[in-house]
């Protein structure tokens, strides 16, 4: 009795012994939800512009990331999101709007738009970049050197680019995002 005991005993910690040792098939990675990104190297989140930009920041090393709105020289409706890392450099992402636009008044709002379409059209014929919105840095004013910049085109745009910086944050997968283009 005593031997077949052990050996049910041996049988059990062999058994158990060798499907502890069976390599584990990895899980597929999650496909990200956003239309606008893909998975990319785990250790990096980056974005792509339509204006020819790029970005790319290592995930360990956002210390903090925030979405914010606020006017600018009372003259534009700004929304931002702000990444800062380890290092001096603070990345900004912004759409904006000049003040204005939501109002009551339709013939204001008939002015602007109509501005604003003839100075597209105008730089869309000097060359096919132009038309984007592009980053205006007045330094010292408005930023430092420590600062790098990205207008995106649209406010959907923006918090594409928020909800994939947010997703490879808080499930520590890389992405990459890209602007769609217009």
């Known amino acids: 009795m005593k031997a077949i005991l052990a050996a049910f005993f041996l049988l059990f910690a062999v058994t158990t012994l060798s499907a502890q040792n069976q390599p584990q ?6 496909q990200p939800t956003n239309p606008n ?15 020819g930009g790029h970005y790319l920041v290592k995930l360990d090393r956002i210390s903090f990331a925030s979405k914010h ?12 999101v702000t ?6 450099v603070v990345a900004r992402f912004y759409w904006l709007e000049p ?20 100075q597209k059209d105008v730089a869309n014929r000097v060359s096919p970049s ?16 420590h600062t790098v910049e990205y207008a995106l085109q649209t406010p959907d745009a923006l918090n594409s680019l928020y909800s994939s910086l947010m997703a490879a944050i808080n ?3 890389g ?5 769609p283009s217009n």
């Open 171 to 173: 499930t520590g997968r």
């Open 69 to 80: 709105e606020y006017v600018g020289n009372g003259a534009a409706r700004v929304v931002e």
């Open 130 to 145: 132009l038309g984007k919105i592009q980053v205006i840095k007045d330094y010292p004013t408005t930023t430092h050197t």
């Open 25 to 30: 098939t990895p899980q597929q990675p999650q």
């Open 175 to 179: 992405r990459t995002w890209k602007e």
């Open 83 to 88: 990444i800062g890392s380890d290092t001096s």
């Open 99 to 118: 003040l204005g636009k939501d109002t009551p008044i339709a013939a204001g709002n008939i002015v602007i738009s109509r501005a604003e379409q003839i």
């Open 37 to 51: 990104e893909t998975d990319s190297n785990p250790r990096f989140w980056q974005a792509t512009f339509a204006n």
